[in-house]
């Protein structure tokens, strides 16, 4: 998120950014803000991470910046690659139980 930037802003960015899509339109579902970390140095920090469903994307081809992604590809939600990420695990099973 940059500075004084709007989350619904960031929201359309990022995605344009790292996915080459235009979002049209979205829907918020939930803010998750139980994660938790502490640096080395003793500062604590909480991130938030709002979840959005998009709705729909501009119907043009996908250009994405290739600075900084490598490649996007779409799954199918029950063949999807490993997850890594804790954070990523929880919001994935929130998702699953509004299937």
Known sequence: ???GER???TLKREFKEDAGLEVISYRFLK??????FEYPNGDKTQV???F???EKVADKEVDFDKEETSETAFFDFDD???IHFDSHKKIL???KTLL
Do not use: S, V
């Not at 803010?31 to 938790?36: A, C, G, K, L, S």
């Open 1 to 3: 998120m940059e500075y």
């Open 7 to 9: 989350l619904e802003d």
């Open 31 to 36: 803010n998750f803000d139980q994660e938790f």
């Open 48 to 50: 938030l991470t709002p």
């Open 52 to 54: 959005y469903l998009i």
């Open 80 to 82: 999807l690659p490993e």
């Open 93 to 95: 099973a929130y998702l």
